[in-house]
Structure formats: C-alpha cells, structure tokens
C-alpha cells in the first residue's frame, strides 16, 4: 500500500499530468494489461501483503506491480476515501518491521470495511478502474478503448 500511495502521488517525467491524483496514463495503462490477462497481481492481498513486490522478479514486473498499487490505491481514495483516510491517519508513524506493516494493512482494512464490503471490493475495484479514464480519453472519446475488451 505504501508503493500504491507514492504513485499516487508521483509526478513523472514525460507524462501529460494534471495534479495529485490525477490518472496516471502509464499506470493505467499498465493496470488494463494486466487485468485484460487476468494476471494473479489483480487482487486485493496480493495489493496489501506487498506479494505482487515480494514475488515479482523482473523490472517489467515491478512496474506491473506498481501499476497495480497505484490502480488499488486510487480506488480507495476516490471511492472510499473518507474510510481509508481514517485509518490511514492512526496508523504509526514509527517504523515497524515489514511483516508487522502487512498485517497491518491487512488488518486496517478488516477495521474500516465490513465482511461483505470486503468480500465484493475486488470486483468492485476493478469495475471502477475499467470506467477510469485519462483527460485525453475524456476528450477524445476512442482513445484508450481499443483492444481493453
């Protein structure tokens, strides 16, 4: 989660940014890929345990990972942000050993959400973000649709 936020917060270099929080065109772009493929990184544990970090192995996974934390996190800010930001807030802002951190999240989000939000999050995540779209997407309306079946 703490990857998901730093890209949702990132600024890089080349892309066509409008503000914090904005879509990120690359991420997005990368999050399409891989749920168009139905790749293991597109599911909420995988997201708050950092296993889509712990088991990618090559660059090419890492940003596919990245992409992933990122479409996680701007869902949660933009759907359920009042929610997320609770807890978000108590959370300590000492350093915690890495396993402690992910049971944490984990936890944080059983304390926030209920059993049923939880159990329909994933789908509900992954609807929002295949209804997400770039400015340019916004403005020309073919953009970024072909091939996202």
């Keep these: 989660m703490a990857e998901g936020f730093a890209c949702y917060f990132e600024s890089p270099r080349d892309a066509q940014w409008s503000g914090i929080g904005a879509v990120n065109e690359d991420r997005l772009t990368g999050y399409r890929k ?3 493929n139905r790749h293991p990184y597109c599911k909420i544990d995988m997201v708050v345990t950092d296993r889509i970090f712990r088991e990618s192995r090559t660059h090419e996974e890492r940003v596919d990972a990245y ?7 701007h869902y949660l800010m933009n759907v359920t942000s009042t929610a997320w930001s ?3 807030k108590s959370s300590p802002s000492s350093p915690t050993p890495q396993d402690a951190r992910r049971r944490r999240t984990a936890k944080d989000l059983q304390l926030v959400f209920t ?3 939880l159990r329909t999050m994933n789908i509900d995540w992954h609807l929002y973000m295949t209804r997400l ?3 340019l997407e916004d403005l020309v309306p073919d953009v970024g649709r072909a091939g996202d079946g």
């Design 115 to 117: 059993a049923e939000q």
């Design 133 to 135: 779209r770039t400015d």
């Design 67 to 73: 992409s992933v934390a990122w479409s996680l996190t």
């Design 86 to 88: 609770n807890t978000t």
């Design 34 to 36: 891989l749920l168009k």
